[in-house]
């Protein structure tokens, strides 16, 4: 059989096959030394040893991976990635002993990024935006869901949105687009978290819906996500805007428990929402309700390092009561602003305990899980997308244990070599 590509010889190939891993069984990798793994037509055709595929397969393109890793390509399951402007001047401000929450109370933080984003043009945000993209693809993220939220208003969130898509059309980076137009409450609302809680849920949401079939009808419907937490949305709030969006078919993701556990946590269980994101102060029974549903906890490790926060996700009480762990990096311009999974990966090793392993499966299949498409990304199996990444290392312990430096040499996406 002749087929597009075959990538063979590689020291250690990473197949993570099998499906999103739950609790104690994180971190099974399906490795294959020597290993190959043959494409054609964007898709996996089989994994195995070199010589055995060699034998069985012709290849218009030939990438010999002597003494390297192959893996799945990395999912970022959680990014702000479209915004305008930086927030340099907040980090000094922190560093000088000023909170997130005092800086956001004074009209700083996501409100500063609303007013440049406000304030930018679509080609403008898409510009800044795809510089970020293009850096994340180069550091072996194939797939990133990003979310609107510097906006804050029907009109800004709309070209947040637009230019989400068209980052997506311009890069090879697949973006699955999250719709968070309630991030924050606006400058417009102060006071009035309530009465801007039902705008989102009462006309934006419904706006959304009506555009999204009129000019997107070819793509799945976006996620929507709000921020449950002290100074954005009560968990009632946050609940009345996901169940409009729930009963107008969206799909759902929430941020929760980056500083408060407020109950939010519970209530993404109850709606079924596919994500619950950050998880620093989330009880110990909500970790359990966690565990038992289908939600995917999502911690975001580069948050509190940016905050200089000694807090982490409790991922060892989440792989105890059975739960799905996603790592991501929230890539964003206050607290974040990193675009490499490898460095997430370091970060989680050592602030949350992890074995390279586990980050590994976490930043693969169970970020895929974290925005709906296990069955066609995060693991190289026959009939899944080709988007697989060779990094300049014999071992995949070497993901987590260095940092500091791009270790992939080659990203390939739907089966398409982007870089050498």
């Known amino acids: 059989m002749t087929i597009d590509l075959l990538i063979h010889s590689a020291h250690q190939l990473l197949t993570v096959a099998g499906g999103p891993q739950r609790g104690s069984s994180l971190g099974q ?6 290993g190959a793994v043959a494409i054609h037509q964007g898709e996996v055709v089989e ?24 893996m799945p390509g990395f999912v970022d399951p959680h990014t702000h990635l479209v915004w305008a402007g930086d927030r340099a001047e907040e980090y000094e401000l922190r560093q000088q002993g000023a909170t997130y929450m005092e800086i956001l109370a004074k009209g700083g933080g996501i409100l500063s990024t609303v007013r440049r984003s406000r304030a930018a ?23 990133a869901e990003a979310k609107s939220g510097y906006g804050l208003e029907w009109e800004s969130e709309k070209r947040l949105m637009q230019a989400i898509l068209q980052v997506d059309a311009a890069s090879a980076l697949e973006l699955v687009p999250t719709f968070l137009g309630a991030h924050a409450v606006p400058p417009e609302y102060q006071g009035r978290a309530d009465e801007y809680a039902s705008v989102v849920a009462g006309q934006m949401l419904p706006d959304l819906r009506s555009w999204w079939a009129q000019d997107h009808s070819n793509r799945p419907l976006p996620f929507v996500d709000a921020f449950c937490e002290e100074g954005a949305f009560s968990v009632e709030q ?73 807090a982490y996700t409790p991922a060892a009480k989440i792989l105890s009561a059975g739960g799905l762990l996603a790592l991501a990096s929230d890539l964003n311009p206050g607290t974040g602003w990193c675009e490499s999974m490898q460095f997430v990966l370091a970060l989680a090793c050592r602030k949350m305990d992890l074995t390279p392993a586990q980050a590994i499966a976490a930043a693969t299949i169970n970020a895929a899980a ?32 260095r940092f500091g430096a791009n270790l992939v040499s080659t990203v390939v996406k739907h089966g398409r070599v982007i870089g050498n």
């Open 29 to 34: 990798l399906g490795l294959i030394e020597d």
């Open 238 to 310: 946050t609940r009345r805007i996901l169940t409009s969006a729930r009963d107008l078919g969206f799909p759902l993701k929430v941020h929760v428990d980056e500083f408060k556990a407020l109950g939010g946590t519970t209530l993404a269980v109850e709606l079924g929402a596919v994500s619950a994101d950050h998880l620093v102060r989330t009880t110990g029974e909500e970790i359990q309700a966690l565990a038992r549903s289908e939600t995917v906890a999502v911690a975001l490790p580069c948050t509190p390092f940016g905050l200089n926060e000694q």
């Open 121 to 143: 043009s679509v080609e403008d945000l898409v510009r800044q935006s795809l510089d970020r993209a293009q850096r994340m693809l180069a550091h072996g993220t194939t797939t």
């Open 47 to 70: 994994t195995g040893i070199s010589g055995e595929l060699l034998d069985r397969f012709a290849a218009e393109h030939i990438i010999d991976a002597s003494g390297q890793l192959v």
């Open 370 to 401: 974290a925005i709906g498409r296990q069955d066609r990304l995060g693991s190289l199996e026959p009939g899944k997308q080709a988007d697989v990444i060779i990094l300049d290392v014999p071992d995949y312990r070497h993901l987590g244990y």
